[in-house]
């Protein structure tokens, strides 16, 4: 759900909407950032593989949720440099979850 906002609000802001992509933000993807981090957070992993990995994903939905706030914030003033900046660190968050994903799967089997 929150990727999910979080692509809604980057499609609004390249259609020349920042302040309805802020606003979504402020709106849902908090509180969606919330769900997920409790989601993980309740996690019951029996091995200390799985117990890194619960402890990176939660790590992961942290920093996605304290980036929420600077990217409405980014949005809302027009400023390049704090865009970019949060964009970057959208980026960085994306690969390290993408990364995850692929250790998870790669440990399925799958």
Known sequence: MLDRL???A?????KGSDSAAAALLDDKAQSAANDALSRAQALEPKTA????H??????????????????????RS????????????????EKRALDLASEVRAAKGG
Do not use: M
């Open 6 to 8: 979080l692509k809604q």
């Open 78 to 93: 027009g400023d390049v440099e704090a865009r970019l900046d949060v964009l970057q660190k959208q980026v960085d968050q």
């Open 54 to 75: 619960k402890d990176r994903l939660v790590k992961l939905i942290g920093d996605r949720k304290a980036e929420v706030p600077r990217y409405a914030a980014a949005l």
């Open 10 to 14: 980057d499609d609004l802001s390249s």
């Open 49 to 52: 593989w799985g117990k890194d």
